[in-house]
Nanobody, 120 residues
């Protein structure tokens, strides 16, 4: 099972990007959970999360600008990022819980990271 993140790139301040993360391989169930980011010289931080019931939570610095969504039937979790700021520059990682078969417990999987660079 692999999680493949995409959508990162270089954007000017005020612009938008949409990150997507898709799972592939032998998948019985998919539970898109969250996006994290890690800026140079900083610890990884939780940016946005979505619960099994669909409730969302955001770090204060992105609330109102970022939106997390998922489509468990399509094995994807996404992050729409608007009004981007230079301080949003980081490598972004997706996180999902996946069961490979009916007997498998849900395990955490991580995407490989996608770089977002916001220029001023």
């Amino acid at each position: 099972v692999q999680l493949q993140a995409s959508g990162g790139g270089l954007v000017q301040a005020g612009g938008s990007l949409r990150l997507s993360c898709a799972a592939s391989g032998s998948i019985f169930s998919f539970n898109g959970k969250a996006w994290y980011r890690q800026a140079p010289g900083k610890q990884r931080e939780l940016v946005a999360a979505i619960t099994s019931g669909g409730n969302t939570n955001y770090v204060d610095s992105v609330r109102g600008r970022f939106t997390i969504s998922r489509d468990n039937a399509k094995n994807t979790v996404s992050l729409q990022m608007n009004s981007l700021k230079p301080e949003d520059t980081a490598v972004y990682y997706c996180n999902a819980g996946i069961r490979r078969n009916v007997a498998d417990p849900e395990r955490d999987y991580w995407g490989q990271g996608t770089l977002v660079t916001v220029s001023s």
